[in-house]
């Protein structure tokens, strides 16, 4: 599903070129759950960012269901990301002057799907939320805000979800069940999933890990 070729990432700062991600080589197979692992400052988001097509490597190459990413204009990637790819991030990005359910509508919206407000409805049910639909983000919990965004990531059935430390600012009580949430709906549909994470218990649930240290891929399991 996702086959990473030398990619690098280096930005230029006050004291000289800083390489973020270096020289990463990698495939993940797809329906399979991977989870990018390291300290803080090894590059694990700027990683993730750049498998999505958020971001553009300086070198290498991001192929996503045998289409590469890097080889296309931002709309190419845009198109493709609507099509294929789920997100979920550590601060929900939410809008808020959209309700629960809007928030879940809106990738569904913007692909014209005519059963766009269904299909969010049933989402939120999914996620437990049927009760919270009209409420804007600010009237929700943390841990409901998330699966909010859960519910959003999942509802063009994407064939790869990204997932930038999806319990970061969950209580442990709450993050487990966001965790058991993001498991389930992985398996329903069969989805890849990719997540960046320092929550030990979530990575451990992966099937694959992926540690990083300064840019570089030290080792894979």
Avoid: W
């Amino acid at each position: 599903m996702i086959d990473v070729r030398n990619l690098s990432k280096r930005v230029p700062t006050l004291q000289g070129e800083l390489t973020i991600v270096d020289s990463v080589s990698l495939s993940i197979t797809s329906g399979t759950t991977v989870a990018i692992v390291g300290v803080s400052g090894s590059g694990k988001t700027t990683l993730l960012s750049l498998l999505a097509g958020l971001d553009q490597p300086s070198e290498g190459d991001v192929f996503l269901d045998g289409q590469c990413l890097t080889s296309m204009d931002e709309d190419g990637r845009a198109r493709l990301r609507s099509q294929y790819i789920g997100f979920v991030f550590q601060s929900f990005h939410l809008l808020p002057n959209l309700t629960a359910v809007e928030n879940v509508m809106l990738p569904l919206e913007l692909l014209d799907r005519s059963d766009a407000r269904a299909q969010a409805e049933t989402l939120m049910q999914r996620v437990g939320l049927a009760d919270r639909q009209t409420h804007l983000p600010n009237q929700l919990s943390g841990g409901e805000q998330q699966r909010v965004a859960l519910a959003r990531a999942f509802a063009v059935t994407p064939r790869v979800l990204f997932a930038d430390e999806p319990t970061g600012n969950l209580d442990s009580v709450t993050g487990a069940q966001i965790i058991e949430l993001l498991f389930e709906m992985n398996r329903e549909n069969g989805t890849t999933l990719v997540l960046v994470t320092h929550d030990e218990q979530l990575a451990t649930r992966c099937e694959r890990r992926i540690h990083l240290l300064a840019g570089a891929v030290v080792a894979s399991s």
